[in-house]
């Protein structure tokens, strides 16, 4: 079956099926969700919406009260805790989740250069039980 591009399309579609494939990795493993949305205001996109496992950092957030930061968002480490060697550790899969949707994206460019994106993303850094990203794409 030959995928249909987007400039193969009519005006103003998108083909949801060709970005589908683009993350097929994520949606084979259960983890994303691909949905196609509209309005009157900012046209057609598609929500790729990726779910990751929660990879906690354990380090203290900052934030610009620094005496509240202090009191709050920090604790005291032994040396045996190697709380700086995990948190490394932990954000290097993040880093390695965001590389894969980074290469999906790549396949999504290969053959669409000219789409857009927004990406948010609740707690990528660790403060949320879960986390997920969501990508917008316009064609």
């Known amino acids: 079956m030959r995928i249909r591009r987007f400039n193969e ?3 103003g579609e998108i083909d949801v099926e060709y970005i589908r494939q683009c993350f097929i990795d994520f949606v084979d493993a259960g983890q994303a969700k691909i949905d196609l949305g509209g309005s009157a205001a900012y046209g057609k996109w598609v929500d790729v919406a990726i779910n990751f496992p929660k990879i ?4 203290g957030e900052w934030n610009d009260d620094t005496l509240r930061s202090r009191k709050l968002g920090s ?3 032994r040396n045996e805790n190697n709380l700086v060697a995990k948190t490394a550790e932990n954000m290097e899969k993040q880093a390695g989740y965001l ?3 980074e290469s999906c994206l790549r396949r ?6 000219d789409y857009s994106f927004k ?3 609740n707690g990528f850094y ?3 039980t879960a986390t997920q990203l969501i990508i917008k794409i316009w064609a």
């Open 9 to 11: 399309s009519s005006e």
């Open 75 to 77: 604790e005291w480490v």
């Open 119 to 121: 990406a948010f993303s």
């Open 108 to 113: 999504l460019a290969d053959e669409y250069p």
């Open 56 to 59: 906690p950092t354990k380090l």
């Open 126 to 128: 660790g403060g949320m």
């Open 99 to 101: 590389r894969e949707v």
